[in-house]
């Protein structure tokens, strides 16, 4: 079986478990701006192998995937910019289907993506058109995301292009630069979820393909953006998105500077 691990280094996923520990005692752990590469599949199955009851309220730290971020950029003036438009979980369990338009989301739950996982399996022959052998790939994909419903407390509710966290980073920091984002987050309940799709091989394209979508499900605590120096070496933390203050009217201070 082969195994092809698609990831980029400002894709990957820092969260680790304590082998030695039992189940109550396990801790989720990881630091932003820092981490190898992981294998993000492996570290979902030792959650998944674990008491659900166990993960909820462990904090967690996980690098986004920037690559697979149509939204993301970082403006001329240095302004750290990561839309949220259309990243919402379309799952059943995120349906709100009874909600009224401008008073909340369709989708509940918002999403960063982890990092993809491809597992090609063995091949198989078969007769898609009659009388016309065919060689079947058979594929498999783990799309790994974090999964959390309280965006609105890091930016305003608005249904344009550009909504989505903002952050002003230091003079010299652009997208020039190594930059890597990373979520920290605590799980609640359930902390996991997972759906399957099946595509059926066909004879224009005869794959059978398989997607599995997990997710780590939690409350975002804060985005930590990291950059590498001038000079290289490790990344550091150059700016942090943090929650709007209960008492500020749902106005981020940080959102504020970087929208002027």
Known sequence: MR???HSFAATLVAVSFSAQAEAGDVLLHGEPCTGGPALVAARYAEARALPEKSLV????VLPVDLAASQGFSVDAD??????MLFNDVAEGWSWQPQVRPG?????????FPLGSVVEERPAYVQEEKIGEPQRTEVQWRYDHFLA?????????HRDDDETGFLARLPA??????????????????PPLSEST???????????????????FVARLEAL????????????????????????????NPQQERAQR
């Open 3 to 5: 195994l092809f691990i």
């Open 57 to 60: 309220g462990q904090r967690i």
């Open 78 to 83: 240095g302004t750290f910019h990561y839309r």
């Open 103 to 111: 008073e909340a989301d369709y989708y509940r739950w918002k999403f």
């Open 148 to 156: 959390f419903d309280n965006a609105y407390a890091f930016y305003p």
């Open 172 to 189: 010299g920091i652009d997208s020039e630069r190594a930059i890597s984002l990373h979520a920290v987050a605590t799980l609640v309940e």
């Open 197 to 215: 799709t099946f595509w059926k091989a066909i004879y224009s394209r005869p794959v059978d393909f398989t997607l599995k979508k997990r997710y």
């Open 224 to 251: 930590v953006v990291c950059a590498v120096g001038a000079a290289g070496g490790d990344a550091e933390e150059v700016a942090r998105i943090l929650p709007s203050p209960a008492d500020a009217g749902g106005v």
